[in-house]
């Protein structure tokens, strides 16, 4: 049974630094996928970090390419998100995903992402 537990959720103000962790279990990295994805009120889930775990290749979107830095220690099972130069618009639940395959060309592929931790709060206060 795969298994996602998130943390480093915390209240910081516009312009702060942040680093989620995302440890994982029963899971195979070489074979898929990590992602991060955000969902805040009202919006729909989006990816802001994905990383493919046969070359370690990185994808994040547009909205945080720049401020926002995903890192895997493979070795001790974590993925992690920084986080910098927080905006109001990046409060959100961040959760850490599993994708077993087809991450390939889509790294952040929503669908292709079956497990999901519970989810860490983000609030930034302008």
């Known amino acids: 049974e795969v298994r996602l537990v998130e943390s480093g959720g915390d209240t910081v103000q516009a312009g702060g630094s942040l680093t989620l962790s995302c440890t994982v279990s029963?899971?195979?990295?070489?074979?898929?996928?990590i992602g991060w994805f955000r969902q805040a009120p009202g919006k729909q889930r989006e990816g802001v970090g994905c990383?493919?775990?046969?070359?370690?290749?990185?994808y994040s979107p547009p909205t945080v390419l720049g401020r926002f830095t995903i890192r895997s220690d493979f070795a001790k099972d974590t993925v992690y998100l920084q986080m910098r130069n927080l905006k109001p618009e990046d409060a959100a639940v961040y959760s850490c995903?599993?994708?077993?395959?087809?991450?390939?060309?889509?790294?952040?592929?929503?669908?292709?992402?079956?497990?999901w931790g519970q989810g860490t709060q983000v609030t930034v206060s302008s």
């Open positions: 995903a599993a994708a077993w395959s087809g991450t390939a060309y889509q790294p952040c592929n929503l669908l292709k992402y079956t497990s």
């Open positions: 029963g899971f195979t990295f070489n074979a898929g996928a």
């Open positions: 990383i493919l775990g046969e070359d370690r290749r990185q």
